[in-house]
């Protein structure tokens, strides 16, 4: 499989869905995510779903909240589902007004940590982080991303 850049996708553009990503990719990505959050000694959970937005690979560290087990797997269910990063859900609320209006929208993440998995410019799936900080989360994210090249 030929993987594009590991660039966050235009949510202005909207993407097709490819084919599911495989084991072996997702499987890739934790790694490096993994060693990324192991590298700034945060504890996280990690999860990849596939283009259905079905959990393919997940990751628990040692030492992480409870919480974010299901909250790595929320936010890769909501990057896949919507084809566009968490982040932009987060901006949306924090805007107020009409932003408000993703609080309704069903199954949705608005914390960043959650980026869809581009490639051939298509989403294969997605990758969600959570245990620390959301910046420190989708830091570690993009460091999963990064596996593609």
Request: proline content about 7%.
């Amino acid at each position: 499989m030929s993987a594009q850049s590991p660039a966050i996708p235009n949510p202005q553009v909207s993407l097709e869905y490819g084919p599911p990503i495989t084991l072996e990719l997702a499987k890739r990505m934790l790694e490096a995510a993994e060693a990324e959050a192991a590298r700034n000694g945060w504890p996280l959970a990690l999860a990849i779903v596939d283009s259905a937005a079905r959990l393919v690979a997940f990751h628990r560290m040692d030492n992480t909240q409870n919480a974010s087990s299901d909250n790595a797997r929320w936010k890769a269910e909501s990057a896949a589902n919507y084809r566009r990063p968490t982040k932009l859900f987060e901006d949306a609320v924090a805007g107020g007004g009409p932003g408000l209006r993703v609080l309704s929208q069903p199954n949705v993440m608005a914390v960043e940590g959650g980026l869809p998995i581009v490639a051939n410019g298509k989403v294969i799936g997605a990758i969600g982080v959570s245990g620390m900080h959301a910046s420190q989360d989708a830091q570690v994210a993009r460091a999963g991303l990064a596996a593609m090249a």
